[in-house]
DNA sequence: TACCGATAGTTGTATGTGCAAACAAAAATA
DNA sequence: TATTTTTGTTTGCACATACAACTATCGGTA
């Protein structure tokens, strides 16, 4: 009974499954592992790996918009809209409106946590590196994102 | 201005940023692109790619338990409870208690849409292949795989 | 037999994310 | 100039997921 059939035809090695030969299930659970390092690592000055991203490109960025914030984290624009209201309660960032348009703009305090922002990452950094593979790394990361941008178009 | 600093070191193409260098960036952006497509296939009869992987588990092997479901999906127990109580909803699967254990079954209906399952993953398979190149697919798949079980056991 | 630690599962709560709809402002067209 | 369309942003709602705390059961030990 159970799966023989399906596992003797996917399954190599014991811990595989008939969904480790699916990408949509593996690209998601190596997200949540490797977002549940990102979130320790930057969850030790309050914030998630998303909202650090983001305050990184807005101190690099000055002014920037919503939809640009959008295009450059690959986030819809209203999660964007809820990530920025986050990082504003926490006063890492301000909003300006004009027009139909919003600017983000980092304080004062949003530029004076990026040195422990760059730690956080780097920490990260090591920690999948170590787990992974330094060489391996690299080279993934690499065609992940490629694969993402190509399906980002998609749809 | 703007990021020319950061920008002249990371970026080759003009899509890139200082972003698309971060495993924990790609790997979650790569996720999201992916999961709407899942999300697109499988919705059209309801259900979500991981109930739709869940309910396959589950007709494979008729009284698996929840801690099982957890190691074979990769999810936390709680998230596989919430899961069995959405297919239990819609009649797709039956809880039975034995002792402290749960046996989960799918149903004659949960039984009958699998044909309707298959079809979605292969749809869901054909439209990710068409937009990455389908031998990138494979290796990437299995990488991506490999990857997030290495990182499964760093925590 | 009676207690205690370990194990399995569920629930309360919180959070990131997205879709669809609403809204506001700009641009295009008549 | 007036009206329509398009664009940018925000809100209402829903959902998958996780952590921590709680409950229930099993297994071992005194």
């Not at 959008?70 to 504003?88: F, G, N, Q």
């Not at 139909?100 to 950094?125: F, H, M, N």
């Amino acid at each position: 009974m159970k799966n023989e059939k399906i596992d003797a035809v996917v399954c190599e090695e014991k811990s595989a499954t008939r969904f480790s030969a699916c990408l949509l299930f593996s690209a998601n659970a190596l997200a949540r592992a490797i977002t549940a390092i990102g979130d320790e690592e930057f969850g030790r000055f309050g914030l998630c790996y998303s909202h650090a991203y983001m305050l990184c490109e807005v101190v690099a960025q000055p002014g920037i918009t919503p939809s640009e914030l959008s295009e450059t984290l690959y986030l819809t624009p209203s999660t964007i809209t809820r990530l920025v209201e986050k990082l504003e309660q926490k006063h890492y960032v301000r909003r300006e409106s004009e027009g139909k348009r919003t600017l983000i703009y980092a304080t004062a305090e949003g530029e004076a946590i990026q040195p422990e922002i760059a730690q956080a990452w780097e920490r990260v950094g090591t920690r999948y590196s170590d787990a992974i593979g330094k060489n391996d790394v690299c080279q993934l990361t690499q065609q992940v994102f490629k694969a993402a941008k190509s399906l980002g178009k998609e749809s």
